[in-house]
């Protein structure tokens, strides 16, 4: 069984840094994507960065030049660092493994989902 924990998550100040983690279980392959995700109250759920095959492809527009995926595989753990952070960045931040295909940005072949870590940023 895959398993997928989300932690590094809380409330920071506009301006300010976070690092979350994904620590994964069951699965030491890179698989087709690891990625983040997020979603915000009554809007839709949107990518935010990926690692295709194991190497960084993708982030979202609004977020690049801010955000930086990255794994360590001796701790099979994904991470997403973050700073510069904005208000506008408040959401859930859900990790995601595909292990066979994927169409970033898109949910298509993602099979595993963490519960996701809430992320408030604060003016």
């Known amino acids: 069984q895959v398993q997928l924990m989300e932690s590094g998550g809380g409330s920071v100040q506009a301006g300010g840094s976070l690092r979350l983690s994904c620590a994964i279980s069951?699965?030491?392959?890179?698989?087709?994507?690891m990625s983040w995700f997020r979603q915000a109250p009554g809007k839709k759920r949107e990518g935010v960065a990926s690692?295709?095959?194991?190497?960084?492809?993708a982030y979202l527009d609004s977020m690049k030049g801010r955000v930086t995926i990255s794994k360590d595989n001796a701790k099979n753990t994904l991470y997403l660092q973050m700073s510069s952070l904005k208000p506008e960045d408040t959401a859930m931040y859900f990790c995601?493994?595909?292990?066979?295909?994927?169409?970033?940005?898109?949910?298509?072949?993602?099979?595993?989902w963490g519960q996701g870590t809430q992320v408030t940023v604060s003016s």
């Open positions: 690692l295709r095959h194991g190497d960084p492809t």
């Open positions: 995601a493994v595909a292990r066979y295909w994927c169409i970033w940005p898109s949910e298509g072949g993602f099979d595993y």
């Open positions: 069951g699965y030491t392959g890179n698989g087709a994507c």
